[in-house]
């Protein structure tokens, strides 16, 4: 099996540590560097080019992950980045979406869930040609503009706000709509392939148009945990 040679960017040495262990236990991929500054991981990337995947932390010493994505982006635009992180402020999450991430996983996490993670960008590699034939090219370009709102108009979606997929939201529905219980965000993007974070955006969009119900479950350090439940009428 191939290996997907992997930096990891943390600035905690115990977090780190766990991290490669962690990635040295998943099949198909492999430790290449460790960093515990932002400057620190743009070197290993200049030296070692074989990396594909970067595992990268929001709080470093000498800068903030988002930013070391976009200069990654910007310089090393076919690596990965996976942010495994305890930030989980909108402001964050949305400038590393709006960078282009591959994943985004908060701290604290099961291993299992680490481990589905890795899974899902090895398979995406493994799936991605090097060269796109014209129709599939066309087809990205159709769902990119569905899920932005840009280009040609495509067939009648019941006036979805920009940045929505008429697909992603019929996924969604059907996932609650099949549960005759309350299911959380976590279990809807579990279900539907999708990111919490999307999964969370399309099931507020159902509980505005009426189609969920949101039903707040307290947990035992008493904070409220959103469950959702398919209205039905």
């Known amino acids: 099996m191939r290996q997907i040679e992997t930096l990891i960017v943390d600035d905690d040495p115990d977090v780190l540590a766990m991290h490669e262990l962690f990635v040295a236990s998943t099949d198909g991929f492999r430790v290449a560097a460790t960093a515990t500054r932002a400057a620190e991981a743009l070197a290993c990337l200049e030296a070692n080019a074989g990396i594909e995947l970067i595992l990268l932390d929001v709080h470093l010493p000498d800068g903030n992950g988002v930013e070391v994505l976009a200069e990654v982006r910007a310089r090393f635009s076919q690596v990965g980045v996976i942010m495994i992180t305890a930030a989980a402020d909108a402001p964050t999450v949305r400038g590393a979406i709006g960078q ?16 589905r993670r890795l899974e899902m960008f090895r398979q995406a ?5 090097e060269r796109l034939a014209q129709s599939d090219i066309d087809v990205l370009l159709r769902e990119e503009a569905e899920s932005t709102g840009s280009g040609p108009a495509p067939a009648p979606t019941g006036s979805l706000p920009k940045g929505y997929a008429q697909a992603t939201l019929d996924l969604i529905a059907d996932a609650v709509r099949g549960v005759d219980a309350d299911i959380s ?7 539907c392939g999708v990111s919490r974070v999307s999964a969370r955006r399309y099931l507020d969009l159902l509980e505005r148009r009426g189609q969920v119900e949101l039903r707040p479950r307290y947990g035992s350090a008493g904070r409220p945990e959103h469950r959702y439940r398919w209205v039905r009428r």
């Open 100 to 115: 282009g991430i591959d994943g985004y996983l908060v701290k604290p996490f099961a291993v299992g869930e680490f481990r």
């Open 125 to 129: 590699r493994i799936a991605a040609p």
């Open 185 to 191: 965000a976590a279990e809807v993007a579990e279900a």
